[in-house]
């Protein structure tokens, strides 16, 4: 993996819904999410127990805008390992990425730049 450091890490963990899913489970899940290098951001986070005792998880991760889409698929794939190693029971896993937009700021005209005193 490559360190970027062009990146404001915010993270939502709360799993927003569960339904019918051991709070232990949905707290590994987290965690999961949460500790895999790599993933800037935790969106959105879908947690449900399927007939025959399955585990649907859906996430939306975020990732820094200089993030190669190599690394992207590598960290989708690290969490969907620690997802199933953490809740055996997690048989569909979504990830969706959210890579964050150019900055349309890179280079403003210097007549745009106002440096405030300390007066």
């Known amino acids: 993996m490559t360190g970027h450091d062009d990146r404001e890490t915010t993270t ?3 799993v927003a819904h569960t339904r ?3 709070p232990g489970q949905a707290m590994a899940i ?3 999410l949460i500790g ?3 993933v800037q951001s935790v969106g959105e986070v879908v947690v449900h ?3 025959g005792g399955d585990v649907l998880v859906a996430a939306t991760l975020g990732f820094g805008r200089r993030t190669p889409v190599s690394d992207v698929v590598a960290v989708l ?3 969907k390992a620690g997802i199933r190693a953490a809740v055996p029971a997690a048989r ?3 990830l969706e990425p959210e890579v964050a937009a150019p900055r349309t700021d890179v280079d403003p005209p210097t007549d745009t730049i106002i440096i405030r005193g300390a007066d």
């Open 12 to 14: 939502d963990t709360t």
């Open 20 to 22: 019918d899913v051991d």
């Open 30 to 32: 987290r965690e999961v």
């Open 36 to 38: 895999t290098a790599g």
């Open 49 to 51: 127990r399927l007939e």
């Open 77 to 79: 794939g690290e969490v």
């Open 92 to 94: 569909s896993i979504v």
